[in-house]
Structures are given as C-alpha cells and as structure tokens.
C-alpha cells in the first residue's frame, strides 16, 4: 500500500499480529487477530488496544476504546498490511471484519472506497448484508452502500 504504515510482528500461524500506534497519548498496543469462524473458509478479524483485565488476569482486545492518538490513517493502512499478508500465506480464505459500532463501519467503508482501486488489484470486496432470519449474505462492495461489515477474498494470480 502507498501509505504510511507500522511495523507489524507476527506469530508463526500468521493468525495474530501487534504494532505500537505511537502518537501524541504515546505508544499504544494493538493487535490483531484472525480467528477461524464456523465456515471452514472464512476468518474473522478482531483488532483492538490489548489491555491487561485484572478481574481475569489475563490480555484481551479492547476493541471499543478511542485512543485518539492522531494515527488513524497509518493504524487503518497497517491493519490492511495485516489482511494482505494473512492472504498471500491463506489465499483460499475470505476475511470478515466489521466496526464495534455504526461509525466504526462506516469509517471503514469509507477507507475502502478511498483505496478502492488500488485494494481491487489484490482483492474481490464485498460488502456483508445480515437479512431478517441473522444470516449473513455478501454481496459486491459500492462505495455508496451501508453494510452490516465486509468480506474480502484475494484474487487468484
């Protein structure tokens, strides 16, 4: 991608990456994972601050906190550097993500749209619609469109 972007570190699965956001509330965690969903072909992505809960003694994703760390750009483009290295190692796996809330999507739609072009060289992007009965159903991303999260599939070479 042509933007600015941190360094990520991964496991060995390529399932979970961190970066630090460094900015003007200082050097914050972040991670992400990619998490097998009921369908075989398709992961899910979670990314949020990895935060220490003392109740359960242990780290979990917070993905509702807003740092306001003035890096929202780098953070969305190194989270994409994310997608684009779990699908070269994963091709044959589709990638679900979507925002902790309606703005949150939207933003991310938004940073789709802005980078369409260059996201459509490497992926087929659709944009994921819930229907009454809970299911999900995918359909081809416009820019335009509101959608309940996003389905990404690297295009065969």
């Known amino acids: 991608m042509k933007h600015l972007q941190y360094d990520l570190y991964r496991n060995t699965e390529t399932t979970m990456f961190e970066f630090k956001s460094i900015g003007s509330n200082g050097e914050i965690k972040k991670v992400i994972i990619f998490s097998a969903t009921q369908s075989d072909e398709i992961y899910n992505l979670a990314f949020g ?3 220490y809960n003392h109740t359960q003694k242990k780290y979990t994703i917070d993905d509702s906190i807003i740092t306001n760390n003035g890096d929202r750009n780098i953070i969305l483009a190194t989270v994409a550097k994310s997608v684009y290295i779990f699908t070269e190692k994963y091709p044959e796996k589709l990638v679900f993500f979507k925002g902790s809330t309606l703005g949150r999507t939207r933003l991310y739609r938004r940073a789709i749209s802005i980078n369409l072009e260059e996201l459509s060289e490497t992926f087929i992007i659709f944009g994921a619609l819930m ?11 416009k820019s335009n469109e509101d959608y309940f999260g996003f389905i990404i599939k690297r295009k065969e070479l």
């Open 131 to 141: 229907n009454e009965f809970g299911h999900i159903t995918s359909v081809p991303f």
């Open 49 to 51: 601050d990895l935060i």
